[in-house]
């Protein structure tokens, strides 16, 4: 038997251990950390089921959970930054541009999945090894809405099966090097 | 772009997104932007912004996503090619991180309480 989990559950924990429901107070800092470490995988699991989901289709389950494996956070953080780069008006491989974006734009709900996994991850990575990392309840909470929000853009690019989400997950199989031989 | 160009660019930037358009009630009343190394110890910016009040239920996303793009955007336009991350704070919220430590309160018996109950529940 598997025992499965959904991106609702970690959002759910999350809310919890940074109190959004206890409603008072300031929580301590241990459950504020482990919060942001939650949120940041509840949307990296979103992300990666997906991105197997969408390579195996009606395939055989066994495939998506190894393809699943392959998705590395380096290559999503990766892919992420070329999201912004052209985002923001910054420079990106040629090959990147287009591959992720239509007539040079590149769609709302990526730029918000982008922005929000380079933040989630940056805030998960300070949340479990740095001790100066400064929790606060509100950025807690507000790490959590962030998740959740680009998991809903998430599932609106799957809804309405958008290109350069699929573009997205394929490159962030191999990060880099997807497109040195491009 | 050398040490004292982005010396002079990071006033300019925090100017810049002081300046945003920000949704909600709440206000910014105050940005600095700072050199930073990130998760993967590439060099970035940090732009804490601090604003007028506080949200209960954590920053908006649609707040922290309009600082994350423009922040970005205005970086670009200032010709700063590190990205920047950005953190927000309440003034208390900022105002206590001089402190060296922070006392909790009882808020986490709470969510003990909660936790508890929803363990059973699943039992």
Do not use: C
Request: aromatic content about 8%; cysteine-free.
């Amino acid at each position: 038997m598997r025992r499965t989990f959904k991106a609702e559950d970690y959002l759910h924990l999350a809310d919890t251990l940074a109190g959004r429901t206890a409603r008072q107070g300031r929580p301590r800092t241990a459950y504020l950390r482990r919060a942001t470490s939650t949120a940041y995988y509840a949307l990296f699991h979103e992300l990666v089921r997906h991105g197997a989901n969408r390579a195996v289709q009606n395939g055989p389950e066994d495939h998506q959970h190894a393809i699943g494996r392959w998705y590395a956070h380096g290559n999503f953080r990766q892919v992420a930054r070329w999201v912004e780069n052209i985002n923001s008006g910054r420079s990106a491989p040629t090959a990147a541009v287009r591959l992720l974006t239509t007539r040079g734009q590149v769609n709302a709900d990526l730029v918000i999945l982008a922005i929000s996994f380079s933040d989630l991850q940056d805030a998960r990575h300070g949340a479990d090894y740095d001790p100066d990392y400064d929790a606060t309840r509100s950025a807690t909470l507000g790490q959590v809405n962030t998740a959740r929000s680009a998991i809903e853009a998430i599932r609106r690019m799957d809804k309405y099966k958008l290109h350069e989400f699929d573009m997205f997950l394929l490159l962030a199989l191999g990060g880099e090097r997807m497109l040195r031989n491009g | 772009m050398s040490t004292k160009r982005q010396d002079e660019a990071l006033p300019e930037l925090a100017a810049a997104i002081r300046d945003i358009d920000v949704p909600g009630d709440l206000a910014i009343s105050n940005v600095i932007v700072e050199p930073y190394r990130d998760s993967a110890d590439e060099a970035a910016l940090r732009a804490i912004v601090v604003m007028d009040g506080t949200d209960a239920d954590g920053w908006s996303a649609e707040l922290t996503h309009t600082l994350r793009t423009q922040a970005n955007r205005l970086a670009a336009e200032h010709g700063l090619d590190d990205y920047v991350y950005v953190s927000v704070f309440s003034e208390q919220e900022y105002a206590e991180r001089e402190n060296e430590t922070l006392e909790t309160d009882d808020s986490t018996e709470e969510i003990d309480r909660l936790l508890s109950e929803e363990s059973q529940g699943d039992q």
